[in-house]
């Protein structure tokens, strides 16, 4: 029999380590993170009581809930688990609530057809390798000499806060509270000289330590503040011969697409945003790397 029921870390940490294998990276204390959001979102499948997949349903805000990591192990897909999940992860949301998605991109007419999704746009997924990276970065002459970049703790807590709540469209403390302080987690905050918030960038270690690095989330003002930025947090990764993975919404940012492309990036498939009631709150066009998977 499958069944849904709310997470238990060790089940989760099970599954966690099939996602390592097929190569989602996730983050090495995700789940913790996510938790933090929405202790209620997290969500562990399981057929005849072994755990095969899970999903987190974070809700944002009464109108909106971020759909995310949907995940069932290789052998259990194709028996209808997923769609099982989705529908028990949803039952008890608003039909007037807005659920929103990064869908792999064969996944997204799946998701139209069996539950009202709309695509909206790509976000290519790419690697990058840090030592080049830091090379390309310290030849690229930007014009941000008022620019100020600082570690997170150097900043106040409740305007980096702020930022990001305008920046993602929701206020998410409790996940940035436990995300910046994560095992591994190198983060970088660019102040203005008039001492106000313009971009910042996180990256986190993955679970399996040879997939290297996660980068995101990344909000930026401009191309110049988000290279500053990188810059100053390559810096202080260790093992530079490590990858950095990243999401970005090119589509949505012309800048992020040319940082990229200054950074040489390895396209390693897409992902598409998805919802079932138009665009959320948020300024995608100044994200240049996305919380992922």
């Known amino acids: 029999m499958f069944a849904l029921r ?44 072994k755990p095969i997949g899970f999903v987190y349903m974070i809700k944002l805000h009464p109108t909106c809930c971020n759909f995310r990591c949907f995940f069932i192990e290789k052998t259990y897909r194709g028996n209808g688990y997923g769609i099982e999940m989705f529908k028990i992860a949803t039952k008890d949301l608003s039909p007037s609530q807005n659920i929103i998605a990064y869908s792999m991109t064969d996944m997204v007419q799946k998701y139209k057809n069996r539950f009202g999704f709309q695509d909206y746009w790509i976000a290519p997924v790419f690697s990058i390798n840090l030592s080049s990276a830091l090379k390309k970065l310290s030849q690229f002459q930007t014009n941000s000499n008022s620019l100020v970049v600082k570690t997170f703790k150097e900043i106040d807590f409740k305007a980096l806060r702020d930022y990001d709540a305008v920046m993602f469209g929701y206020q998410r403390e409790a996940f940035l509270n436990r995300f910046l302080i994560t095992l591994g987690t190198h983060a970088r905050v660019a102040v203005s000289s008039d001492g106000t918030i313009v971009g910042y960038v996180v990256s986190r270690a993955t679970y399996d330590t040879n997939d290297g690095y996660r980068l995101g989330p990344f909000y930026a003002n401009s191309l110049d503040i988000a290279i ?17 993975i990243l999401d970005v919404p090119t589509s949505r940012n012309p800048d992020a697409k040319r940082l990229v492309e200054i950074l040489d990036g390895a396209h390693l498939f897409d992902t598409t945003f998805i919802a079932t009631k138009g665009i959320p709150n948020g300024h995608i066009e100044h994200c240049f790397a996305l919380v992922a998977p």
């Open 6 to 49: 709310q997470h238990t870390s060790d089940c989760i940490f099970k599954v966690m380590s099939s996602m390592s294998k097929e190569k989602w990276r996730p983050g090495r204390e995700d789940v913790e993170c996510f938790i933090e959001w929405d202790p209620t979102g997290v969500y562990i499948g399981e057929l005849n009581g």
């Open 228 to 244: 500053a930025l990188l810059k100053a947090l390559l810096k202080d990764i260790p093992t530079q011969e490590s990858s950095l």
